[in-house]
């Protein structure tokens, strides 16, 4: 059986299945943003007429789904395998969403870096003719996540200044071996990397070195570079972690910065109070879905690097003083022929 | 290119990829039990030495990873993907983990149905030549469990009658494209099933309709039946859900109970004070690992149905009256040729 390794952590996908639609969702503070046009639904508050912040997030993520599945002109019935996964502990809203949509549903865990780890195993399925058809997609809400990891939202703390926003948003793919759409072709799967960092408050100097030993795998396993790729994308590593990936891989002999955007430091402008920038799983998922796919369906972008980074911790390990692990996981996607 | 897609949703592993090496470590309370003698490595006692019961988990699966590495006669670097998860919020034992590992890193939330997802992925991943070898792993401990999801451990709750003991283990097995062992020849991948149980002390009866469903999913999609299998196994459902299995399967046509067990009923004697038996992660994992796996290589065993069971809640979910929807992943294992 001929091996589809590039060798390293990097796979090719001889048969490119295509990404034939999409689907966000965000609150209204993204939508205030300067990609808020992109977004194709904006909620009108942070509950959207549900009884609690949970079970708004339940309905974001099956509200892309849906959308998503009907973009395609697909049935759930079509979809063979669901890839998803959120920030709430033991997944709930991906696993409730699942329970609605009725599709066999393979449950991840990856932070921040869902949206791109849910799309590698959707895409390795459809290249590999283990499905015609894969929903991949992923969620956050600022008002779950917030009370989750932090504090009471009613106590209205502060944030530092390396501190970042979780997104409230919802994005969701369909891969299919037929269709028209932008093409995956190309997976480098991250390792779990950690430099030490304690401060939760700072999880883009958490993420960032596992960002940059996963681009410089890319460009080592393919042989590529940077001037290879339109866009170079990272997930939610803010400002701070922004700049220590772009410093770190001037190092490797790796220069990005002329072509290289973190969907953290896009998502929000300057003057919306967000510090570093956005994080959460929604942040890499609406910019990825409503923003970049949309710029390569008009032909504004080619080819480009699409990164998700997450940061792996829980209020357990960080009471109990362990530091921060990081992970990255890379998709090329294409520009579909024809 | 060719589906592997036996429709529904089972798919068939035509390259048959193979259970090259297998590691289990339990705790005293399970050595004790009628499997014990099984298990390759029994701890002394809960702590194992660490300073906290979470980092004691987080050393039983690094010790089954790196046993199941050195029992295939690889190194760390030979491993293309590692497929794990945990109970634990944010699945931090699985991350750190992979981050001591250092292998490409697939992060799985599927609650107690961790171990047949973590072995349906990477079965895939090997049989479509996406990698030579993948590591497929979970966990669980009793103290980490019972604290995050119950009540402190010194406060000494008694059991309700239907509810389960989580079990301290760990079980990892290495797939490979080359070697010998157990084959993966079809999977067979749930979908989240939900009858409306809200009792967190009885999530027997919340599983069994997802085991339900898929067993007759795997039937109905491979027009097999009962009589095909020398074994057919469900993860954690305990006496009270193998019951409602057996009951609701011969409801649908199928008699499954002359050759069915479940890992919960049989992982601990009745003299152990456990009520409807074993669950958590590590249950399955242990079984399939230390027990299921040698009969099929001493010959006891051809052709096994082997299913891991989860329950999927959350504190937060509980507290706020959802009911607890389950799922269960399939895969068949038979006995390697020659």
């Given amino acids: ?61 099956k509200e892309v789904c849906e959308r998503a599945i009907e973009g395609a002109n697909k ?124 401060d939760v408050n700072n999880m883009g100097a958490a993420m960032a070195p596992a960002a940059v030993e996963t681009i410089k795998a890319h460009f080592e396993d393919t042989g590529r570079n940077p001037q290879d790729y339109d866009l170079i994308v990272t997930g939610d590593l803010g400002r701070f972690g922004r700049e220590l990936t772009i410093d770190m891989l001037n190092k490797e002999g790796y220069d990005i910065a002329s072509r290289y955007i973190d969907c953290g430091c896009e998502i929000y402008g300057e003057e919306q109070d967000v510090q570093s920038g956005g994080s959460g799983c929604g942040c890499s998922a609406v910019v990825f879905s409503g923003f970049i796919l949309k710029k390569i369906e008009e032909g504004e972008l080619n080819r480009v690097l699409m990164g998700s980074t997450g940061a792996l911790l829980s209020t357990t390990s960080t009471q109990q003083g362990e530091s921060i692990p990081g992970i990255m996981h890379l998709v090329v996607i294409e520009k579909g022929e024809g």
């Fill in 1 to 61: 059986m001929e091996s589809k390794r590039l060798g390293g952590q990097t796979i090719i996908l001889k048969n490119r299945p295509k990404i034939i639609s999409n689907s966000s969702i965000v609150g209204q503070k993204e939508s205030q943003g300067p990609l808020g046009e992109f977004f194709d639904i904006v909620m009108p508050d942070n509950l959207w007429g549900e009884d609690s912040w949970e079970k708004t997030e339940c309905r974001m993520l």
């Fill in 75 to 198: 049935k759930n019935t079509d979809i063979n395998y669901f890839f998803a996964g959120d920030l709430l502990n033991q997944i709930m809203t991906a696993n409730f969403t699942a329970r609605t949509l009725g599709i066999p549903f393979f449950g991840l865990f990856g932070a921040c870096s869902t949206m791109t780890e849910s799309i590698s195993l959707g895409a390795i399925m459809v290249d590999g003719g283990y499905a015609d058809n894969a929903l991949c997609a992923t969620s956050s809400h600022f008002c779950t996540a917030e009370r989750q990891f932090r504090y009471p939202l009613e106590q209205g703390t502060q944030m530092a200044p390396t501190g970042q926003w979780t997104v409230t948003g919802a994005g969701a793919v369909v891969v299919s071996n037929e269709g028209n759409g932008p093409s995956i072709t190309h997976i480098t799967t991250g390792k779990v990397v950690d430099y030490g960092i304690k």
